[in-house]
């Protein structure tokens, strides 16, 4: 994959996408199951006051995911198995979602992102690929700005670098909906704190509302390989928003896959799977 061309098509995806096209007109619409965990057993690390759950898994070059604001590392069930083929995978649960603890700290993508940073440093890895998707996504490139040096490359999926990219009162839609009802029976089920979920949501909530507002030359100073990804119907992310970003980062990628939305890991996995090994292995 060439990543000094802005926009590319992958013709094979596209060809992909197109088999089956007519029943997968409504598949953006759909929020399938979350996947199971993934097996390995999970350990923990003692990092910035907080206990952070991971997964490890596989050998090769590593790959940190990072899921989703509400979410947990559960939902890239899917896309575990194929990476870790060729990859040593960490998984994590950011502070206070899934089997993580948080503290009295507000959430910020700052303080999320020197977890991230302090896990690598805690496992001794020198430096990672980073798959994110929404606030995993952002987080990823808040390591590009401000720890280049810890990461190989971000495989950046329906994130945003300004509040004024996020499409408002996405929480009506009813696909978002029905997930953030998921990451309520979710939260409950996982975490240390299974009757905080309320205060949980306003501290995510007041997050979303003030941050990230990266300038663009914060942008103009990532060096990393990035594939800025998104799905046709993303439900949050304003689509001038996606192609700006890839705009602005030097070298960056472009790629929108088509009839899925925020969750296109679960609603088309092989295609999201296609286009995510095909950027690690490049």
Do not use: C
Not at 97 to 117: E, I
Not at 142 to 149: E, L, N
Not at 166 to 173: C, E, G, H, R, S
Not at 259 to 271: E, K, Y
């Amino acid at each position: 994959m060439n990543l000094n061309r802005r926009h590319f098509v992958v013709a094979a995806l596209a060809s992909l996408a197109s088999l089956d096209r007519a029943a997968a007109v409504e598949r953006w619409k759909s929020l399938p199951a979350t996947p199971a965990p993934v097996a390995g057993g999970g350990a923990r690390a003692q990092v910035n006051g907080i206990s952070l759950f991971h997964v490890a898994l596989g050998e090769g070059s590593p790959v940190v995911f990072l899921h989703g604001g509400l979410s947990n590392s559960d939902y890239f069930g899917l896309q575990v198995p194929d990476v870790a083929r060729k990859h040593h995978v960490i998984l994590v649960d950011s502070r206070g979602h899934g089997r993580s603890t948080r503290n009295a700290q507000p959430f910020g993508y700052d303080l999320m992102t020197d977890d991230v940073v302090a896990l690598l440093d805690h496992l001794q890895i020198p430096r990672a690929a980073i798959v994110g998707w929404s606030d995993g996504a952002i987080i990823g490139l808040d390591m590009a700005i401000r720890h280049p040096d810890r990461v190989s490359r971000v495989f950046a999926f329906g994130a945003n670098t300004q509040t004024s990219g996020l499409k408002p009162d996405v929480d009506k839609d009813p696909t978002f909906a029905q997930f953030i009802a998921r990451a309520k029976t979710e939260y409950e089920r996982l975490s240390p704190t299974p009757k905080e979920f309320d205060q949980f949501l306003h501290q995510i909530e007041k997050m979303w509302e003030t941050q990230p507002n990266w300038t663009d030359e914060q942008l103009r100073s990532i060096r990393t390989p990035v594939l800025v990804a998104d799905g046709q119907y993303d439900e949050g992310i304003k689509r001038e928003h996606t192609e700006y970003m890839a705009a602005t980062i030097p070298g960056a990628g472009l790629l929108i896959l088509p009839n899925v939305s925020h969750f296109a890991f679960l609603q088309d996995p092989a295609l999201f799977n296609a286009a995510l090994l095909d950027f690690l292995d490049s």
